[in-house]
T-cell receptor
Framework: AAGVIQSPRHLIKEKRETATLKCYPI?????VYWYQQGPGQDPQFLIS???????DKGSIPDRFSAQQFSDYHSELNMSSLELGDSALYFC?????????????FGPGTRLTVL | GNSVTQMEGPVTLSEEAFLTINCTYTATGYPSLFWYVQYPGEGLQLLLK?????DKGSNKGFEATYRKETTSFHLEKGSVQVSDSAVYFCALSGRGGTSYGKLTFGQGTILTVHP
């Protein structure tokens, strides 16, 4: 079965640079979530989209922005990168925006900021 | 706001031992509850879920019952295997308001099973 695809899998950037993470949800899933997982920590919700509109926002820095495109893929743009942005970034998708619906996670993008 | 508290780890067991990982939550209304598992270097996989009180989720020998009266969703397995070694996350998804759909995770519990 098709799964959530994230690219790139690994990314190394310098401080103050910009990074773009991409997420391709499972076909027919119209809801996308982004989470950030620091080393040894639990995933923290960043932002979500439903039908190409932002549906919720968590602890996402103003330096980060995201959007969902007409084909439902999503991109997380991170500017002025800081050392503390080094983390695993997960994208998840679900069939609909619902508290009962299962979120399927991608393998994650490991971002390292030097 | 919503929160999830898991028992602190790491948990180390011998193969075929009984496993319990405690999870309690705080939420308004009636959240949905989930257990996710994360193997080294991989993403999170749904292990089981329950969407209303007294529901029991089960998968691969793991079980958890949604207890509204004690606000708990403890994970259990009767006989663990070495392949169960992973990090286990309890999570909830709230209903209504601005918390719709997003997952709030517990701290995670590292489980190591020895042969």
């Amino acid at each position: 079965a098709a799964g959530v695809i994230q690219s790139p899998r690994h990314l190394i950037k310098e401080k103050r640079e910009t990074a773009t993470l991409k997420c391709y949800p499972i076909p027919r899933h119209d809801t996308v979530y982004w989470y950030q997982q620091g080393p040894g920590q639990d995933p923290q919700f960043l932002i979500s989209f439903y039908e190409k509109m932002q549906s919720d926002k968590g602890s996402i820095p103003d330096r980060f922005s995201a959007q969902q495109f007409s084909d439902y893929h999503s991109e997380l743009n991170m500017s002025s990168l800081e050392l503390g942005d080094s983390a695993l970034y997960f994208c998840a998708s679900s069939l609909e925006l619902s508290s009962t619906d299962t979120q399927y996670f991608g393998p994650g993008t490991r971002l390292t900021v030097l | 706001g919503n929160s999830v508290t898991q028992m602190e780890g790491p948990v180390t067991l011998s193969e075929e031992a009984f496993l319990t990982i405690n999870c309690t939550y705080t939420a308004t209304g009636y959240p949905s509850l989930f257990w996710y598992v994360q193997y080294p270097g991989e993403g999170l996989q749904l292990l089981l879920k329950a969407t209303k009180a007294d529901d029991k989720g089960s998968n691969k020998g793991f079980e958890a019952t949604y207890r509204k009266e004690t606000t708990s969703f403890h994970l259990e397995k009767g006989s663990v295997q070495v392949s169960d070694s992973a990090v286990y996350f309890c999570a909830l998804s709230g209903r209504g308001g601005t918390s719709y759909g997003k997952l709030t995770f517990g701290q995670g519990t590292i489980l190591t099973v020895h042969p």
